[in-house]
Nanobody, 119 residues
């Protein structure tokens, strides 16, 4: 089994910054991708940023140039640096990793961390 533990959420004013962290533990053979999703009240969960094993990345349009996803494959940790935060970024943020555990590869999810941006 694999568990993901998130940290780093909180409340900031518009224009501020936060850094989210997500560390995987358990039986990990390989991590194929790391991603961050978010879900705002009344909205569907959406992909914010993805980092693949070749270190390539992709971002949701509204966060391009403001958010940066990075990862430490030795520590099995993913980071989301969020700068110039806007009230529209307010949501619960979830990390996800596609992990090979034993002989099974599947996505695992963190518990979610609240990010609140006030104007």
């Amino acid at each position: 089994q694999v568990q993901l533990a998130e940290s780093g959420g909180g409340s900031v004013q518009s224009g501020g910054s936060l850094r989210l962290s997500c560390t995987a533990s358990g039986t990990i053979v390989r991590i194929y991708s790391m991603a961050w999703y978010r879900q705002a009240p009344g909205k569907q969960r959406e992909l914010v940023a993805m980092r693949y094993s070749d270190h390539s990345t992709e971002y949701e349009d509204s966060v391009k140039g403001r958010f940066t996803i990075s990862g430490d494959n030795v520590e099995n940790t993913s980071y989301l640096q969020m700068n110039r935060l806007e009230p529209e970024d307010t949501a619960v943020y979830y990390c996800q990793m596609s992990v090979l555990s034993g002989i099974v590869q599947r996505p695992y999810w963190g518990q979610g961390t609240q990010v609140t941006v006030s104007s």
